[in-house]
């Protein structure tokens, strides 16, 4: 199946600083999309994504579906904004996402 | 508007014994499933309904795990006997969907972590 790599795997933060979360995949996909999963578990879908870019407010995201791989930025981060993010894919006529482990982010104050 | 709701939110019990699980979907979803996160993994498919019919079950156990939707709307997932491997957290999504296609924008419930002694 479709492999999926996100990094770094681990990152800290300090409050207003900016990162860049990168996923990688082996495969042409159809369908990419991001979550943050907050320190109590709940995931919430950030961006539906299989191409181009989007913004809301301080997140935003890029997917390069050619070169295989996607971009999630935060900026001027926040304590909230601490969590794991996933990066889900779906290749084409296999109708199911396959996440990476994600990136665990840590903003400290 | 009501997001997924899942119960119960935690449950421990002692192996061998049965558990189940309870999704509500978001109103208007057609697309339900259920995913499995071990502790330090992304969530992984365990089945997917659409409407009624279940059209990915491949990766269910279907020896102890067992899953229905019944009217298209709630899900129930049960487990029996839990193992202790078993012990994860259980995730429910719903999607809107156009039947066949790709999975949706997915949006998920708070999820049920068991716990398996």
């Known amino acids: 199946g479709i492999q999926v790599e996100q990094s770094p795997p681990d990152l800290i933060l300090q409050e207003g600083a900016n990162s860049t979360l990168r996923c990688n995949f082996s495969?042409?996909?159809?369908?990419l999309q991001w979550f943050h999963q907050n320190p109590w578990g709940q995931l919430i879908n950030l961006f539906y994504?299989?191409?181009g870019t989007k913004q809301n407010g301080r997140l935003s995201a890029t997917t390069v579906a050619t070169e295989r791989y996607s971009l999630l930025y935060i900026s001027s981060s926040q304590t909230t904004d601490s969590g794991v993010y996933f990066c889900?894919?779906?290749?084409?006529?296999?109708?199911?996402?396959?996440f990476g482990k994600g990136n665990q982010v840590v903003v400290i104050p | 508007e009501a997001g997924v709701v899942q119960s119960p939110r935690y449950k421990i019990i002692e192996k061998k014994q049965p558990v189940a699980f309870w999704c509500n979907p978001i109103s208007g979803h057609n697309t339900l499933y259920w995913y499995l996160q071990n502790l330090g993994q992304g969530p992984e498919l365990l089945i997917r309904y659409e409407n009624e019919e279940a059209v990915d079950d491949s990766q269910l156990p279907k020896d102890r795990f067992s899953a229905e939707r019944l009217k298209g709307v709630d899900s129930t997932l049960k487990i029996q006997p839990a193992e202790l491997g078993d012990s994860a957290v259980y995730l429910c999504?719903?999607?809107?969907?156009?039947?066949?296609?790709?999975?949706?924008?997915?949006?998920f419930g708070e999820g049920s972590r068991l716990t398996v002694l």
């Open positions: 999504a719903s999607s809107l969907d156009g039947g066949g296609a790709n999975t949706g924008e997915l949006f």
């Open positions: 495969d042409s996909v159809n369908n």
């Open positions: 889900a894919v779906e290749s084409y006529g296999n109708n199911r996402l396959a």
């Open positions: 994504i299989p191409s």
